[in-house]
T-cell receptor, first 115, second 109 residues
Framework: ETGVTQTPRHLVMGMTNKKSLKCEQHLGHNAMYWYKQSAKKPLELMFVYSLEERVENNSVPSRFSPECPNSSHLFLHLHTLQPEDSALYLC??????????????FGSGTRLTVV | KNEVEQSPQNLTAQEGEFITINCSYSVGISALHWLQQHPGGGIVSLFMLSSGKKKHGRLIATINIQEKHSSLHITASHPRDSAVYICAQVGAGSYQLTFGKGTKLSVIP
């Protein structure tokens, strides 16, 4: 374990389902991130939360809905997804200071398959 | 446009070989990361560099800020080093990581 825990590790869902991905860190970091890794593509930033406020929403469709109830937990709520949303979803955390982010720590990811 | 280019995309080596993976980026950075991703997805941070050189075991990472280039070297490679190695940069004053596409390394016994 790296210090960032993601659940579940694997998820298969139908296009009409609603599910949630969970991420948890107890590293004392003040920023948390959701990244998407599709086949043959680099990791793409989806959302950034700093001190529980969303600071970045990288043109992500509304069928992905993030939630950050406190600085240790981050959720990604999924509804009416499309097969092309099948990917690896990675959570990360870092310290975010006035000069930028450091100490990035990644979770093991959730492998999502939409059928 | 902020881009990170890695080479090679795929690399096959015999056990014991010295391996080099290269990363070039296009804008000024505050830091550059080398990450390792094993099958199954989990990513481990290997190095964070803002200048010079760092060494950890058989892994060495170097960065040349003027040339906007970094290299990851693996000495005495081993099959357990087989993974995807990803370069990522943090722009100056930013928190956002921009990732390369990764280099898939296979080390054959």
């Amino acid at each position: 374990e790296t210090g960032v825990t993601q659940t579940p590790r694997h998820l298969v869902m139908g296009m009409t389902n609603k599910k949630s991905l969970k991420c948890e860190q107890h590293l004392g970091h003040n920023a948390m991130y959701w990244y998407k890794q599709s086949a043959k593509k680099p990791l793409e930033l989806m959302f950034v939360y700093s001190l529980e406020e969303r600071v970045e929403n990288n043109s992500v469709p509304s069928r992905f809905s993030p939630e950050c109830p406190n600085s240790s937990h981050l959720f990604l709520h999924l509804h009416t997804l499309q097969p092309e949303d099948s990917a690896l979803y990675l959570c990360a955390s870092s310290v975010l200071g006035p000069t930028g982010g450091y100490g990035y720590t990644f979770g093991s990811g959730t492998r999502l398959t939409v059928v | 446009k902020n881009e990170v280019e890695q080479s090679p995309q795929n690399l096959t080596a015999q056990e014991g070989e010295f391996i080099t993976i290269n990363c070039s980026y296009s804008v000024g950075i505050s830091a550059l990361h080398w990450l390792q991703q094993h099958p199954g997805g989990g990513i481990v941070s290997l190095f964070m560099l803002s200048s010079g050189k760092k060494k950890h075991g058989r892994l060495i990472a170097t960065i040349n800020i003027q040339e906007k280039h970094s290299s990851l070297h693996i000495t005495a490679s081993h099959p357990r080093d087989s993974a995807v190695y990803i370069c990522a940069q943090v722009g100056a004053g930013s928190y956002q990581l921009t990732f390369g596409k990764g280099t898939k390394l296979s080390v054959i016994p």
